[in-house]
Every structure is written in structure tokens, then in C-alpha cells.
């Protein structure tokens, strides 16, 4: 395999010059630095330029095709929208592109923080593994993965495990800190995210990822960490009120989300609700399964 590209000089002193993104033609962006967070993933850092970053501010316009979870596509966007993001990023060898989901604000924080689980036999995993720091990677961008108005429901719930949790620490840290909007109600979001086996790391914590945001959303975030998915932990973040007003939103891969919610189609379509969710009542009035 060729020597993956340095990056050219990026940092000028008037701030970073990189590419813009765009999300449907493929540019390169310089990965500033790499952490190991546990043999299986990566966190990989990659600045963007003040055009990019514009692109994941609220008041960015969807690109054309966005399908938005429980809000149709708007022009004029709700200010209360939040619009969850991914990247495709290409294995230039190969061809092939595979989605990933930064796990901060891009927008707020002038960069993305992907983190990359290498899998058997991977090979965009594989080769974002092997990148280090000032080289660069081929990125179109950012996709919607969903787009909700929080305010419209009373609780949130949201489902995960491994790197599934991407897309809610991504809508986590785009949320203001708990007191500083008083209108907010408290309470609103609750994170089920499936502990990893005692031999694997348990990276969303030991990063920093999820205690920071905790620390940040205080009482309005509730943490569960069960070692399964099981009908008691999942009642207890649904709560016992009144459901008109819950979403749930999944993101676990197949054999995990079949006995919770069934699996979406094979178009990708959501499919009915069956399962834990089903039996608790629940329909795709509330539910969203995400990829
Ligand atoms: C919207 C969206 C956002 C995503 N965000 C992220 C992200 O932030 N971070 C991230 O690491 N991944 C993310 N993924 C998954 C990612 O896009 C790739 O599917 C994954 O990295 C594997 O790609 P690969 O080319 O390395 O392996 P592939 O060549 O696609 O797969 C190799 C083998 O591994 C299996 N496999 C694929 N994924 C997994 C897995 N998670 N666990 C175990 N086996 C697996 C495949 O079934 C296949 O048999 C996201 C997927 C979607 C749809």
C-alpha cells in the first residue's frame, strides 16, 4: 500500500486554512493527533477550516436529500433543531467510503474527535489505524444521521453500545450546559449504554468522553450502564410517565437491536416496533432506529 499523504503546512496565523467540506465531493483534511483509547479504538482529531466548521453550525442548510427523524427537512430551521452529523471517509486504495460520527461539536469546537473501532477484517477501520498524526484523510461531509427539537418531548432516551454511543455524545455535547437555560426541563435526557465485556475497555469512560458531558449536563442526563439489555433497565430510563411525549432513539448493531425493537429494513426503513420496546407499548410514534 502507498505511503498515506503528509499534510501540506495548514496552520497560518490568521487561524486554520484547511479545505472545505463538502458532502458529496471528497477533500483531504490533516488529522492533528491520534489517542489509542484501547487496543480497538482510536481517537482521531482532524481541525476544520471556518468554511467546514460552518457546516455543522445550527443555521447550515441540509444537504439536498436529508431525511430528518421526526421533523421534515426545513429550509428555515427550527433554532431549537439539533441536526446530528457523520462523515464518509474513503479507503483510497480500495474505494470504498464508510460513515463515522464525530463524538463532539464540530461546530463549537472547530474540529472533529472520531473514534474508530477497528474490526476483523476491516478495511477502512484498518487503515484509520494506521494513520498518525499530520496525515491526511479523504472526507466529504457532513450527512445527517437524525435532526430532532428536543423540547418536543419530555424525555429522551437514548440506546447504545460500542461506538453506537457516537451520534448521543455528539447530540449531548451540542446541548448548553444544564444551568445555564432555565426553560430547559430537567431530566430530559437519559443514556442507556451497554457496558463492554470486563476484558475490553470501557472507553466512553475511561476517555473522559461521558464523564465530562455528564459532568456538563448534570441532573438533566441520567447514565445507565447495564451489562445487558434487559427489560428492567430500559423501563427504568423510559420512566412511568405518561409515553405521548418520549423518543427513543437506538443505536446497536443487529443482534443486540432485534430483541429490543426489531431491525430496520432492508431498505433501511424502520419497520415496526417489536420486542422490549413493542411489549413496553411503544410504536414508531417514539421510536427511531438509527444504522
Ligand atoms: C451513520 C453511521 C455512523 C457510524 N459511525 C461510526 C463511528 O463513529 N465509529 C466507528 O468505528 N464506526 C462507525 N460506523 C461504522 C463504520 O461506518 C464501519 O461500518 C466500520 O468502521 C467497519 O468498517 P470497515 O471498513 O473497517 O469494515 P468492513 O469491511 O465494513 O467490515 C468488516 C467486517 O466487520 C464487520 N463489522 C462491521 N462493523 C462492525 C462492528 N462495529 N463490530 C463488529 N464487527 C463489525 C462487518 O460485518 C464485516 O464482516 C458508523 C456507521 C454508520 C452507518
Keep these: 500500500m502507498a505511503r498515506p499523504p503528509l499534510a501540506p503546512l495548514l496552520k497560518v496565523d490568521d487561524g486554520f486554512r484547511g479545505p472545505k467540506l463538502d458532502p458529496y465531493v471528497y477533500s483531504d483534511h490533516v488529522i492533528s493527533s491520534t489517542t489509542t483509547l484501547s487496543p480497538d479504538h482510536v481517537l482521531l482529531t482532524i481541525p476544520l ?18 431525511t430528518t427523524s421526526h421533523t421534515p427537512q426545513n429550509p428555515e430551521r ?16 480500495l474505494q470504498i467510503e464508510r460513515p463515522y460520527t464525530p463524538v463532539n461539536d464540530p461546530g463549537l469546537d472547530g474540529e472533529m474527535r472520531l473514534v474508530v473501532k477497528r474490526v476483523r477484517g476491516g478495511e477502512v477501520g484498518r487503515m484509520l489505524h494506521s494513520r498518525h498524526a499530520n496525515e491526511l484523510v479523504g472526507l466529504r461531509g457532513p450527512l445527517t444521521t437524525f435532526s430532532i427539537i428536543p423540547e418536543a ?7 447504545s453500545s460500542g461506538t453506537g454511543v457516537a451520534p448521543f455524545l455528539q447530540l449531548l455535547a451540542s446541548l448548553p450546559p444544564q444551568s445555564s437555560d432555565p426553560t430547559r426541563k430537567a431530566g430530559r435526557y437519559h443514556l442507556v449504554h451497554l457496558k463492554p465485556d470486563s476484558e475490553q475497555v470501557d472507553w466512553a469512560a475511561t476517555s473522559g468522553l461521558l464523564p465530562r458531558l455528564q459532568e456538563k449536563l448534570s441532573y438533566d442526563l441520567s447514565t445507565y450502564r447495564p451489562e445487558k439489555i434487559q427489560k428492567s ?13 418520549i423518543l427513543v432513539l437506538v443505536c446497536l448493531p443487529p443482534h443486540l437491536m432485534r430483541p429490543l425493537c426489531g431491525l430496520l429494513g432492508p431498505n433501511l426503513e424502520q419497520g415496526p416496533i417489536t420486542g422490549i420496546l413493542g411489549e413496553l407499548g411503544l410504536d414508531n410514534r417514539h421510536v427511531w432506529k438509527l444504522e
Design 49 to 66: 477550516s471556518a468554511a467546514s466548521r460552518e457546516s455543522f453550525s445550527p443555521n447550515a442548510p441540509l444537504p439536498l436529500g436529508s
Design 78 to 93: 427550527d433554532p431549537a433543531e439539533i441536526t446530528v452529523q457523520h462523515v464518509m471517509i474513503k479507503q483510497p486504495d
Design 233 to 245: 433497565s430500559i423501563q427504568k430510563a423510559l420512566g412511568s410517565s405518561d409515553r405521548s411525549h
Design 153 to 159: 418531548y419530555d424525555r429522551i432516551v437514548m440506546i
